[in-house]
């Protein structure tokens, strides 16, 4: 029985989830090109495989049926929005993920995006190795207004670490409640916020929720900070809004192409980081170890094993 491990980086820091895959007698291959793989290269990776430890590469209707004999998705991580759900569905291929792996990694790294935008940190570190020794006035982060779009497990751990340091939190979710923040309609948020990030899931009808037209609507001088998926904000939109001054500042991990090599990297006032949200080391042992036990689980709940 064979298995593809298609997510990046995987056991570079602890063996166990492959001990893991060893003790049940399962052979892996894993990804040889390091990035995330195209619909074709997932297709030649995954010949002859039972089950995929998938990273973010599209498994689509047409890679799924030109693998026949696949029979589980374990998602090492929490985002499904590049699995085909329904086509899986009707091929009774079972999708697992791991919600509760990245949630803390992504909090803290939202934190880190916004003060570093506040006090401008990369910005005057690439000016200081360039020889340009400038003291840029900054701003403080406490006692500005953060508006969450997305009120699930990340957007929750957001507004908890943001709060003691005297930020105000408001939300905008059309299913979670959260009582100990208020929740508001999304354009009375846009107009609210100081800072606005994105902690939404994406599926295929939300791509764009964020256009020209909701980023005029937020104050001029706000910050925005994306570390869910690209395909929330219009790329063209956001990259005008910060070119002619309507936002101070932008925080994106997440890129509707990725790896990016777009028009925002030419901007002073944004930071971009390649897809890391979830890049702390305790955070992807712990989503590696609950991939492959979610994988064995999910073959045995299958009968294949
Ligand atoms: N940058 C990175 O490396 C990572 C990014 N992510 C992204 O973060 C997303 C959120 O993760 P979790 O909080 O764990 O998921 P979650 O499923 O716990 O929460 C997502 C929330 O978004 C809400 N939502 C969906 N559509 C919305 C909309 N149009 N407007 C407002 N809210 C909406 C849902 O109701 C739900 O409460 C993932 O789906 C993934 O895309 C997750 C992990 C790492
Ligand atoms: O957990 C998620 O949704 C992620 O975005 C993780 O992305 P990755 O698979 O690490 O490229």
């Given at each position: 029985?064979k298995i ?21 007698h399962?052979d892996?291959?894993?990804?040889p090109?390091g990035r ?5 290269e997932t ?5 002859d ?14 890679v799924?049926?030109?693998l026949?004999?696949l029979k ?5 991580g929490?985002?499904?929005d ?23 990694a992504?909090?803290?790294l ?14 005057m ?9 400038k ?6 982060l406490?006692?500005?207004r953060?508006?969450i779009?997305g009120?699930?497990?990340?957007g929750?751990a957001v507004a908890?670490i943001f ?9 905008n ?9 208020p929740?508001?309609?999304v354009?009375?948020?846009l107009g609210?916020?100081?800072?606005l990030?994105?902690h939404?899931?994406m599926?295929g009808g939300?791509c764009s ?8 609507r937020?104050k ?7 570390v869910a998926r690209g395909g929330?904000?219009d790329?063209q939109?956001?990259y005008?809004?910060?070119a002619d001054?309507h936002?101070a500042g932008a925080?994106?991990d997440v890129f509707g192409n990725?790896?990016?090599t777009?028009?925002?990297s ?5 930071i ?9 080391k305790e955070?992807r ?9 979610n994988?064995?689980d999910?073959?045995?709940?299958a009968g294949?094993k």
């Amino acid at each position: 029985m064979k298995i593809a491990i298609t997510t990046s980086s995987f056991a570079r820091f602890s063996e166990a989830p492959l001990q893991l895959l060893r003790q049940e007698h399962i052979d892996y291959v894993l990804n040889p090109l390091g990035r995330k793989l195209t619909e074709n290269e997932t297709i030649d990776l995954l010949q002859d495989c039972v089950a995929v430890a998938a990273g973010t590469e599209p498994l689509t209707a047409r890679v799924m049926d030109a693998l026949p004999g696949l029979k589980v998705i374990s998602r090492c991580g929490t985002g499904m929005d590049n699995v085909d759900m329904e086509a899986a569905r009707a091929r009774g291929i079972a999708v697992r993920n791991t919600p509760d792996g990245p949630t803390q990694a992504v909090a803290e790294l939202t934190l880190g995006l916004a003060l570093d935008l506040m006090r401008q940190v990369s910005r005057m570190d690439r000016e200081l190795r360039s020889g340009v020794w400038k003291k840029r006035m900054g701003n403080l982060l406490g006692g500005k207004r953060l508006g969450i779009v997305g009120m699930g497990r990340i957007g929750r751990a957001v507004a908890d670490i943001f709060t003691p340091l005297g930020v105000q939190v408001a939300f905008n979710d059309p299913v979670s409640c959260c009582g100990d923040y208020p929740c508001m309609p999304v354009e009375e948020l846009l107009g609210w916020a100081d800072i606005l990030s994105l902690h939404c899931s994406m599926t295929g009808g939300e791509c764009s929720l964020f256009t020209a037209e909701h980023l005029r609507r937020m104050k001029r001088g706000s910050w925005v900070i994306n570390v869910a998926r690209g395909g929330l904000i219009d790329e063209q939109a956001l990259y005008e809004a910060l070119a002619d001054g309507h936002l101070a500042g932008a925080a994106v991990d997440v890129f509707g192409n990725e790896p990016y090599t777009g028009p925002l990297s030419s901007l002073d006032n944004v930071i971009l980081t390649p897809h890391i949200g979830s890049y702390a080391k305790e955070a992807r042992i712990r989503m590696e170890t609950d991939t492959i036990a979610n994988l064995i689980d999910a073959l045995r709940a299958a009968g294949v094993k």
